[in-house]
């Protein structure tokens, strides 16, 4: 092993420790000052118990992240190449800016240490925000949340934290505590009226908790944390397999009153209406998905079918390009 990768990993395990460390001293200011839901009294208040939490999360969630990946790093015969699939299976956005880096160089977020790395700083930094906001629930199931996000959920839990970044100083996080998910009550959207959910951040989510479109947002948030990466690459693919077939159906097909359906509809209802995920979704949340027109909604039986096949060929893509790094 050259000097220069063993400095640059000396590097990345030196950045995450100083990470840990700023992201516990932020913790545990922020945690202190900000105001969350008395759940006995109702009523908006702070306490340094917050910040307590939050520094304790800090550090168990940075540790638990970095342990996951560690051990999933630990049976492969081929650390390095392996270490590029783990990268795109559970952090996908900076994995894809590694790809272009690695255009001119060697890999370094997606180097067996740079994974390390990030899991570290992703973890911790959402733990952050949870002990922050008091979102878990430590009494029955709910304390699954944590250990879920921070392992196998970290593949939802990478887009959670950009949505953090962009929403974090105006978009008006909710005060309720221990709903296992956080709720920004404006924040980052596809389009207006929809809420826009990823790991375990909902964003422009007006609805409070128990209403029926939380438990739709809620649905996800837990789909993430069963599922990990087959959630999240599952959406994925399923919405690039379909884009293309969407948009000739949605061109080709016609209303009741013999218009176009259009090409951007007929994307978006195979892409996103019928994504099982969501179908599940809405479920939850009792919403007929024919409300925003009838036109190419399947119902349950064919969104079964085409989720066998579909997933059924993504799920077994992956298990195959990690199972060949074994
Ligand atoms: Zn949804």
């Known amino acids: 092993m050259n000097v220069a990768y063993l400095d640059m990993a000396r590097g990345l395990d030196v950045a995450a420790l100083i990470s840990l460390g700023v ?19 109702g009523q908006d208040e702070q306490s340094g118990l917050g910040g307590v939490e939050a520094l304790v999360l800090v550090v168990v969630g940075g540790f638990l992240a970095r342990t996951f990946i560690w051990l999933l790093l630990l049976p492969l015969n081929d650390v390095k190449s392996g270490a590029v699939v ?66 196998w959920g970290l593949a939802g839990v990478n ?17 309720e505590t221990r709903h296992n998910g956080h709720r920004y009550q404006s924040g980052f959207r596809l389009k207006p009226t929809f809420a826009f959910t990823q790991g375990s951040v909902m964003s422009n989510l007006s609805d409070n ?21 087959f959630y999240t690459l599952n959406y994925i693919g399923w919405m690039i397999f379909w884009l293309i077939p969407g948009l000739i159906a949605g061109a080709t097909s016609k209303t009741a009153t013999g218009a176009s359906v259009g090409p951007g509809k007929g994307a978006e209802r195979w892409c996103y209406f019928n994504c099982p995920w969501e179908v599940w979704g ?13 036109e190419l909604i399947w119902s349950a039986v064919p969104v079964i079918i085409a989720a066998i096949f579909v997933f059924g060929g993504i799920t077994a893509l992956c298990i195959v390009l990690y199972g060949l790094q074994l």
Not at 32 to 39: C, D, E, R, T
Not at 91 to 101: G, H, N, T
Not at 159 to 175: E, I, M, R, S
Request: net charge neutral; aromatic share 14%.
């Open 209 to 229: 908790p128990g209403t029926d479109l939380y438990r739709h947002e809620m649905t996800h948030v837990w789909q993430n944390r069963m599922f990990g990466p």
């Open 23 to 41: 992201l516990g001293l932020l913790g545990l200011i922020v945690g202190s000052l900000v105001k969350v839901k008395n759940n006995t009294t």
């Open 159 to 175: 887009y959670g934290l950009l949505l953090h970044l962009v929403n974090f100083a105006w978009a008006n996080h909710a005060t």
């Open 86 to 151: 783990l990268g795109h299976f559970f952090f996908l956005i900076p994995a894809v800016i590694d790809d272009f880096i690695a255009i001119g160089g060697p890999r370094v977020l997606t180097s067996p240490e740079g994974l390390l790395f990030l899991a570290t700083v992703i973890g911790a930094f959402t733990a952050m925000m949870d002990g922050v906001w008091r979102i878990h629930d430590w009494k029955g199931l709910g304390w699954l949340s944590f250990p879920l996000d921070m392992t």
């Open 282 to 294: 809405y479920a939850v949340q009792g919403q007929d998905r024919k409300a925003w027109g009838s």
